[in-house]
Each structure stands twice: as C-alpha cells, then as structure tokens.
C-alpha cells in the first residue's frame, strides 16, 4: 500500500503563533518590542527573571551603578519619556534605574507582552514553514516566523572551578545573582573573589559595614575615579534642555559616550602638557580618562605607558602601605586595554585596618571548606562569600540556549571557532533570527547601540513586510566578510593582545582559553554607516524569500 500522501504546508499559510518572539526583556528586548508594535505585528517576550531590567535586575550586588553618564544611557525615542524622568545622579545606582526600566514599562505598557520567569531552554528553525520553534525549560512550546535574541553580552555569570566550592556552610552569592532582601554584612568576615568591576564596586561599598573584608585578587586591574555627585535642579533643567545636543554628539563620537579619543599623540605635546592633560582627565567625571585619551594610548606601547605610568603613581599615593600598592598595580596589561572599572575611593578601602588583600598568584585557593577558602598559605574562616568572578562574556548567552538553524545547524559548533556573523545581527544558515547586541556589534555606550540595532532590525522587518517575505538570511560570503573584517579592525590593538572577556577568555569556563575577536573594535559611525548602506540597497547582501 502507498504510503499517504504529506499535506505541504506553505510558509504564507503555517499557523503560528506571534510573528516575533524576542528573548529577553532588558533594555535591548523592551525596546524592541516599543518597535516592533509600531508595525503591527504580534509578539511575545520570553524573560527569565520576574520582572523587565535585564542587567539591572540581575546586578542587585551592593554598590553597583552607571559608569555612563546617566543621561546619557537612558533612552532617546521618546521626547516626551526624556522631559518627564530626572536621573538623581551622574551616575545611577542599580536600584535607580531599575525603577527606570520599570517606568518606562509602565509608560509604555510594555509587561502585556512580556511572560516572566520563562527560561528559553531551545530556538530551533523549521525550514518546512520556515518558522521557529521555541521551548521553554517548562517544556511549554511556541512558534514564530521570526526570532530576535535581546540576551546581552554580559547575562551569563561564572563561578569559579574551585573544589569544595558547594560545601560552605555560610552564605555565598554571585555579584550577578544578588538576592532580592538585603544582606546583613554587620559584624560579619567577607570574602570577595575577584577585583573586576563588579569586584570593586562591591569591595568598596561594604568595607566600612564588615567586621573584616579579606580580598582574593588573581589579576590586578586599572581603575579610574568616577566622580559621582547628586544632579541639582539647575543641572537638571540643563540636561533636560540639552538632550538633543548631546545624543548629537553620542551618534558622533567613537564609541557613543559623551567621550571620544583626543586627535592628538601621546608624543606630540610636550611632556608637561601629557602631564597636565592625564591630571585634568583624572580629575573629570567618567570615561574620559579611557575614552578621551590621547587617540594613540590603546595602539602604542609607548604611548599607552605614559597613561600606565601616571596611573600607577596615582595607586601609589592613594595607598599607604607600598607592598600592597605594587599588588593593585596591574603587571600584565596596560590601562585601558581591559574594560575599565571607574572607582569611588576604591584604593583607600586597603588603608582600612579591617580589609586584607591576598594574591592568588602568590598562594592560590586550594578548597572552598565548609568554614572558609583555604590557599595554599592558610585557612581562612568567613562568614559569606561573594564571587564576583564575571560572565561567559559574548557568546555565554548563545551557548546556554539550544538555538539550531537550518537542517538542524548547531550554532555553538558554527562558532566553535569563534563566532561568525554578518554585521553582528544575523548569521547565515540561521534564517529569520536577529540578534541585538550580540557579537561583532558596536558596543561602548550600550544603550546608544542598542537603539541603532533596534532601528535597524525594524527597518529590516518593515521591508520583509511591505514585500510579503518569509525568509531573510545572511549568506555564507556576507557572514565571511564582515567576520573577517571585524578581525582586520582589531590588528593593531593592544586589548586584543590580553586574556579578558572582550578576548572571549574565561578560565572557568570549558573551551574559552582561546583568544577569539568578539567584538566589532571600529567606530560606532563606521559601523553605522555600513549598516545604513545595507537597508539603503534594499538588503540586497541578504538572501530573500
């Protein structure tokens, strides 16, 4: 007997679900979703957590906040949304913006179309109906025609390999998975593993509270001052006046901060005015001692000394006792060339009687016991353990989601290697998925990206609208060139000559010993522009259905 005959099912006429899912509902995710209701299309977002924030819901650790300009992080699209919220601060704490991702939920009425505390356990496309067919960790199901990635570079937090590390009877956290209630450091022995950025904004907003801090540093990293102050109402009238001004300039300047590289060599001014310049910088609010710098400190090895230089001697001073300075000075990389963490007295916390340092590479941890960390010098009795020991930068977010392209293609073994993409949103083989933020994207001043990407992403789906397409996927050519272009941009850097998450290196994590480039290391203009010129063509570098 024939076997009866399948019913095809066309792409125009498969039943699904919503016309977008977007995983994640930061800031890349609710904006999104703002957009994508603009063209009339139904979508669903899938978050993790209870509530809309993204990384400022997860990073509830103390002391975390901005290192961007707040008013410059928050969003552009809405005149009215800029007029109507006053940042209290330069630089914004985690429960401050928290609040603001809320409102702006709120304004907005974005949470009808967010489904909470829905882990995405797998994306898989379905080339028949050309679709996706999501999973959830519930084993709840549903389908798309296209699928947007809103996971973020920085989502997915490590721990560190260390045996015993379950056996603590004390209380341990990851800076990233805070718990909601406060914790109680009052009288308590702390330890903190790791001396990043989450490290030290977190050593130096509890150590006045511990009864002691004992600091476990395995590599040192620069730091600059923040120089936080509270906005008074004239600044306030003055920010909101010139909000148009400075989005200006964030759309111009290198990176989309309110800094952008000084056109001048390190070398062409004379070594009293690099002097005077690197004291101005020091003194000033935010990156503009990274950001701002001579356009030749992060290419040049001589140029990026004299930056190096003049910062350690800033540790030296701001720390008394000497052995402990030359401990906080970094040995293996040059300033800047690592994500810069900006300080608030940071390097005073080692003046207090009650705070200890310990080098990792002097007496590395041995065991987590069930009453403290031992190296191997001693043991070590603690209360809580904080690990601020960073994320599986980039990629991390991809990796943990079983997210499977065309004839069943695994993108973690396509990015085995590294990964591949075109433009940073879409990867060939891999049709009807966008990814915000995610690698080979401008970052620097998040948000900025983020709605540029957004934007982009939109304009995409209103042509795929207006033109009735069901398939839009990169090909293997465009995916080649602008994978290969993203590394020719980051021959020359110095930061790509260190271990760091922007190298993609993560020691506690299985295969990422390996320096890969995951991160466009261009202009954000130029990125832009090449974007523009995409849409501008009619898409015509993708492949279209």
Avoid at 360 to 378: A, C, Q, V
């Amino acid at each position: 007997m024939a076997a009866p005959r399948q019913e095809q099912i066309s792409p125009e006429t498969a039943a699904l679900d919503y016309d977008v899912i977007i995983i994640g509902a930061g800031l890349s995710g609710m904006y999104q979703l703002y957009r994508l209701r603009e063209l009339g299309l139904t979508v669903r977002v899938f978050e993790t957590g209870t509530d809309v924030g993204g990384t400022w819901y997860w990073n509830r650790y103390p002391g975390a906040r901005f290192d961007s300009e707040s008013y410059s992080y928050g969003y552009s699209f809405s005149k009215e949304l800029l007029q109507e919220w006053e940042w209290s601060e330069h630089f914004a704490g985690q429960l401050e913006t928290l609040r603001y991702c809320g409102y702006v939920a709120d304004k907005f009425d974005l949470r009808r179309d967010i489904q909470f505390e829905c882990r995405v356990a797998s994306a898989i496309y379905q080339d028949d109906t050309r679709s996706w067919a999501i999973t959830l960790a519930s084993g709840a199901r549903a389908t798309c025609r296209f699928l947007i990635t809103a996971i973020g570079p920085l989502s997915t937090p490590t721990l560190p390999r260390i045996e015993g590390r379950d056996s603590f009877r004390g209380q341990s956290f990851h800076t990233a998975r805070w718990p909601k209630q406060p914790v109680d450091f009052a009288g308590k022995r702390v330890a903190v593993i790791g001396t990043g950025a989450t490290g030290i904004q977190t050593i130096q907003t509890i150590a006045g509270e511990v009864e002691h801090l004992t600091i476990f540093q395995r590599t040192a990293n620069w730091a600059a001052p923040l120089h936080n102050g509270r906005i008074d109402s004239e600044t306030q009238a003055a920010i909101k006046a010139g909000y148009p001004e400075m989005f200006r300039r964030c759309q111009e300047t290198f990176a989309c901060f309110v800094h952008t590289p000084d056109p001048r060599g390190a070398f062409e001014v004379s070594d009293e005015e690099r002097e005077a310049f690197y004291e101005k910088l020091y003194g000033e609010r935010g990156f503009g001692i990274w950001q701002g710098n001579f356009r030749d400190i992060l290419i040049d090895r001589e140029a990026n000394a004299t930056i190096s230089d003049f910062v350690a001697r800033k540790i030296r001073q701001r720390v008394k006792d000497p052995a402990v300075a030359e401990m906080l000075i970094p040995k293996n990389h040059g300033f800047g060339t690592r994500r810069l963490p900006l300080e608030t007295f940071y390097y005073e916390v080692y003046n207090r009687d009650n705070v200890g340092l310990v080098d990792l590479n002097e007496t590395p941890i041995e065991r987590i016991t069930p009453e403290g960390i031992r190296t191997s010098d001693k043991d070590y009795p603690f209360d809580i353990i904080i690990y601020a020991t960073g994320f599986d930068a980039i990629t991390g977010s991809f990796d943990r989601i079983d997210f499977r392209g065309s004839n069943g293609t695994l993108l973690k073994e396509k990015w085995q290697h590294g990964p591949e993409t075109y433009l940073g949103l879409m990867v060939d083989g891999f049709p009807n998925m966008m990814m915000l933020m995610g690698p080979h994207t401008a970052l620097g001043n998040i948000p900025r990206s983020i709605e540029y990407s957004v934007d982009w992403v939109t304009g995409l789906l209103r042509f795929a609208q207006a033109k009735g397409l069901t398939l839009l996927d990169a090909t293997p050519e465009g995916t080649a060139g602008w994978t290969d272009h993203v590394k020719a941009l980051g021959v020359g850097l110095l930061s790509n000559e260190v271990n760091s998450w922007m190298t993609g290196i993560n020691t506690n994590v299985e295969g990422k010993q390996r320096r890969i480039v995951a991160r466009y290391s261009g202009s954000a203009p130029a990125y832009r522009a090449k974007c523009d010129e995409v849409a501008a063509k009619g898409y015509d570098e993708l492949r279209l259905g």
